[in-house]
């Protein structure tokens, strides 16, 4: 089973965009979910992550701008992305790990394909 990411698009700078994440079959559940991105030429970078209990956990460069949310039921989880910039331009991934605290793209199983997010200028 792979987590599907999806919802990305075009944005001007400034603008908001929420992204999905759902599991490409049953799953079972899955304690930590995770967000990364990786812009081009660039290595893929930790964006945000939630534990099933609720806890999120966020890189520094998204913090306020960046919300995490999951549905536990479901083993869905979605990013609202806020005040989007430039730099945030990149192809967005979402993945599960059994790790706490996991931020490390080691640390994360079930990569799925990405979704493109665009900021322009």
């Known amino acids: 089973v792979q987590l599907q990411a999806s919802g990305g698009g075009l944005v001007q700078a400034g603008g908001s965009l929420r992204l999905s994440c759902a599991p490409s079959?049953?799953?079972?559940?899955?304690?930590?979910m995770g967000w990364f991105r990786q812009a081009p030429g660039r290595e893929r970078e930790f964006v945000a992550a939630i534990r099933s209990g609720g806890t999120a956990y966020y890189a520094d460069s998204v913090k306020v701008r960046f919300t995490v949310s999951r549905d536990n039921a479901k083993n869905t989880m979605s990013l609202q992305m806020n005040s989007l910039k430039p730099e945030d331009t990149a192809v967005y991934y979402c993945?599960?790990?059994?790790?706490?605290?996991?931020?490390?793209?080691?640390?994360?199983?079930?990569w799925g394909q990405g979704t493109q997010v665009t900021v322009s200028s």
């Open positions: 079959g049953r799953s079972s559940s899955i304690y930590v």
């Open positions: 993945a599960g790990s059994t790790l706490f605290g996991a931020r490390r793209e080691a640390d994360f199983r079930a």
